[in-house]
Every structure is written in structure tokens, then in C-alpha cells.
């Protein structure tokens, strides 16, 4: 089991960027794919982006492709999200999400869930 708190989230102007982190207990953080979900008001949790075990492989929602950045420290048991260009439709509860499976673009895959994050981009 791992337990999951984002940070970093916050109010910024479109163009703007922002750096979300998500740190892990235990110790058993390197063996988690992780991920990226937001949901946006009203709306349903979407897929943002996943890394996998090692960080050598991610995968990101069309939307956010070329704008936001996956990574993961195994050694600090954080996983980031760096946002770059934001755009007034990136406003929503950002979540990290650990699953023992890589399924790109899944959001059901995941079995434990941070609290989420605030993200307001104003335009």
C-alpha cells in the first residue's frame, strides 16, 4: 500500500506554469507506475500522463502533449508534473495515482489515489 499527497497547486495566468508534487510513503514507491488524472468541474476524471517504474517511459493525454512534463525521483519517493503554457481549460483538481499495471490512458487502472491538488489558470 502507498500513500499519496500532491502539493505545488495554486493560481496562475494562462501562459503561466506551475510544478505539482506528489510524494509517497513507504518504501515501496519504485514499484508503482504512476500517473496523472485531473478533473475539471462538472466533468469526469480524465487522463493526464503516466511514467513508468523506472521513469524511462511516459505517456501523455493529446491535450497536455508538448505543455507538460511527467518525472519521478524513486530516491525522494516524488513524482512531478511540471505544466508549462497553461491554458484556462487546465483548471482542476489535479490527482496522483499509483497502479501495478501500465495501461497508457487508463484512469480505472489505478488503485490508490493522493487527495488532489487545486489548479486555477485565469485567463
Known amino acids: 500500500q502507498v500513500q499519496l499527497v500532491e502539493s505545488g497547486g495554486g493560481l496562475v495566468q494562462a501562459g503561466g506554469s506551475l510544478r505539482l508534487s506528489c510524494e509517497a510513503s513507504?518504501?515501496?514507491?519504485?514499484?508503482?507506475?504512476m500517473g496523472w488524472i485531473r478533473q475539471a468541474p462538472g466533468k469526469e476524471r480524465e487522463f493526464v500522463g503516466a511514467?513508468?517504474?523506472?521513469?524511462?517511459?511516459?505517456s501523455y493525454a493529446d491535450f497536455v502533449k508538448g505543455r507538460f512534463t511527467i518525472s519521478r525521483d524513486n530516491a525522494k519517493n516524488t513524482l512531478y508534473l511540471q505544466m508549462n503554457s497553461l491554458k484556462p481549460e487546465d483548471t482542476a483538481v489535479y490527482y496522483c495515482?499509483?497502479?501495478?499495471?501500465?495501461?497508457?490512458?487508463?484512469?480505472?487502472?489505478?488503485?490508490?489515489w493522493g487527495q488532489g491538488t487545486h489548479v486555477t489558470v485565469s485567463s
Open positions: 495515482a499509483a497502479s501495478q499495471r501500465w495501461v497508457p490512458g487508463s484512469v480505472s487502472v489505478y488503485d490508490y
Open positions: 511514467i513508468t517504474r523506472t521513469g524511462s517511459i511516459t
Open positions: 513507504g518504501r515501496t514507491f519504485g514499484s508503482y507506475v
